[in-house]
């Protein structure tokens, strides 16, 4: 059954957003001063730390984002003004509260952009997207960080060519990622024995194994971290809307309608969670000949179908390419052994553009000056 529209739900779906700095969300430092339901229309009212905050664009538009993923929301109106000195007095209370308590409910640092990677079904190439769109966000100059939360599926390590260990440091007890092509790795196929042991879990193994991965490791500081989630709309999916609340989803299909209708099950899925979707890649598009002819193997037009739908942007179709496959199979990812072929370019245009739509977080915001300004009193 829909959920009913009620500021009480407003006010669960702007949780995820936060303040980069100080690792809270806008509802817990107070930042959330008025919520206007107006049939589908919902009017938010935001007091920032100062008039003119640096971090004010990022705000409002994961504010929109947040708000407009909510089903039966036509529009979200975001309104904001600058804190009194009162205000701004509570808020900096709340802060070092947080930091006293240290109530941060994972490792990744509040900095961190959380893209998860979904789909509906099993056999999109979900991973391989996941992989080498981790890759092109680092050759973008970004500090990236991948998580395998395909718990019985991993195939990260696979993909990356890598077989090392994750281990703990025995300081902290903390389990260390793995390095791979410079990025920071986490999979349960980097702790289990081998790549031929079944995992035989169920349900709350799953969301216990995700926690660990989020709690108990030493992520770094990172601007994106890649989640690769298994295909559907289960255990994990509902376990990570739990607990990061600011990650955000892009969607993989293929060009077949059929799994574009399969597809907007896992994008319900996410915006019944709070979850934005912020953009849909098509992967196995098309298939391009040397001398430039195209074929259409699999179909025409289910990503863009899909975005329509849901009112998002297509960011990406990714070309039917053996290379792709078969440097998965090799753990040599194509954007890395073919940076400058077709592929690779794509890529990092859908790179490109999802760093548009989810920029990375300033290193310093409003709210960060402002503590600045009132500890130096």
Known sequence: MPQTLTKDRIMEALRG?????????????????EVVLDEGVVTIGLALTIAECPMRGQIENDTVRRIEAIPGVQRAVVKTRAMTRKQRSELMEVARRRARENAAPTRVPPTTRTIAVGSGKGGVGKSSVSVNLALSLGRLGYRVGLLDADIWGFSIPRMLGTDARIEADPATR???????????????????ESEETALMWRGLMLSKALEQFLQQVAWGKLDYLVIDLPPGTGDVQMALSRLLPQS??????????????????V???ARRSAMPVVGVIENMSYFETPDGQRFELFGRGGGEALADSLNIPLIGAIPLDPALGAGA?????VVVVRPDGPVARVFMEVAGRLVGLVPPADAETCTGRIAKLLAAL
């Open 17 to 33: 957003v936060l303040d980069p700095e100080l690792g809270s969300d806008v509802v817990d430092l107070g930042m959330v001063r």
């Open 267 to 269: 994008a319900d899925m």
């Open 248 to 265: 955000e989803m892009v969607v993989v299909t293929t060009p077949s309608r059929t799994a574009q209708k399969v597809a907007i099950r």
């Open 329 to 333: 199979d090799r753990g040599e990812p």
């Open 174 to 192: 903390l389990m260390q990622p793995v390095e791979a092509h410079g990025i920071e790795v986490v999979s349960t196929g980097l702790i289990i």
